[in-house]
């Protein structure tokens, strides 16, 4: 079976997003869409990577536009995302979260996270340090209430194997 470490992304600059280079920090996935009623989450997501990427977090969003709320081109995106929310961390070119032309990252965190489709934007998986899943959180679950699990999981001496 795959492990986190084997997923690449590309940036929507192009540059490449190798989940090897994240071995030992905790990373918190979420797909995003910028015109979803939940898109004021970037701004919190944005406060998680300020506050604790120093001590091993990493984020990463992923736009997908299969709920039909993310805006067309990369660019648009990635400007969107700045201007409005002030996002630094990687944002991915769009995918599909869902179906036959999923991204196989997605197909992995579903299949190991034990749950079926991605519902809505803003689902959100944690992985610790030793690259197993923590925990899936619902779009709901706003990123100021992961703090505590992010805390725990950065305290986390675990290494991946």
């Not at 997923?7 to 030992?24: K, L, P, S, V």
């Amino acid at each position: 079976m795959a492990r986190i470490y084997d997923f690449q992304e590309t940036e929507m600059n192009g540059h490449a997003i190798d989940f090897n280079d994240y071995r030992g920090k905790v990373v918190l996935i979420v797909n995003t869409a910028s015109k979803c009623g939940l898109a004021p989450q970037l701004e919190g997501l944005e406060d998680l990577y300020q506050r604790f990427h120093a001590a091993g977090l990493e984020v990463i969003g992923l736009p997908s536009n299969q709920f039909r709320q993310e805006l067309g081109s990369d660019k648009e995106i990635s400007e969107y995302c700045q201007l409005h929310y002030g996002v630094t961390f990687p944002m991915t070119k769009p995918i599909r979260v869902n179906g036959a032309e999923e991204d196989e990252l997605f197909t992995y965190l579903k299949k190991t996270a034990g749950h079926g489709r991605i519902k809505w934007n803003f689902t959100k998986f944690l992985i610790g340090r030793d690259g197993n899943l923590i925990d899936r959180f619902a779009p709901v679950t706003k990123p100021e209430k992961l703090v505590k699990v992010i805390e725990a999981a950065l305290r986390s001496e675990t290494e991946p194997d």
